[in-house]
């Protein structure tokens, strides 16, 4: 299994959380997959979420305009939690999130193993950090497809 890293609603966790890497093998974890579009300065972000059991219960996209491939990677992944925060129901059972981005830029900085003084790279992570302490379970974030 590869390493899982992230942040929970207490953002002095360890970026590996044991606890959390044992929910994802016992399937108690709800799986989220974003990413985004770019070409030609012109952007749009995905995301779909799976239940514990492995159900897909949401899949979500929009054209942003423009932007780069990390703007969009990282609106997808606000977007994905924004959706987790309004549909609570979707937790039910899930002892962590597990969120899967191929961008290593954007888990990196979601992570908090980059930081970056870029203004639209720092609002991003800003607000995928508030939405990450207002759930009730933790968020790891995870690089790969």
Do not use: W
Not at 76 to 105: I, W, Y
């Amino acid at each position: 299994m590869p390493e899982l890293s992230g942040v929970g609603g207490d953002i002095s966790r360890p970026a590996v959380n044991p606890a959390a890497s044992k929910a994802v093998e016992k399937k108690a974890a709800v799986l989220v997959y974003y990413d985004e579009g770019a070409a030609k300065g012109q952007a749009a972000t995905g995301f779909v979420v799976y239940d514990t059991t492995g159900s897909q219960v949401e899949g979500a996209g929009q054209v942003i305009g423009r932007g780069t491939n990390n703007q969009a990677e990282l609106a997808a992944a606000v977007a994905a939690l924004e959706f987790l925060q309004h549909n609570p129901k979707t937790l039910d059972g899930a002892r962590c999130v597990v969120m899967r981005g191929d961008s290593e830029l954007a888990t990196n900085l979601l992570t908090r193993r980059y930081k970056t003084k870029q203004i639209i790279f720092y609002n991003l992570v800003a607000r995928a950090r508030e939405t990450v302490k207002k759930l009730p379970v933790p968020v790891l974030f995870q690089q790969g497809p």
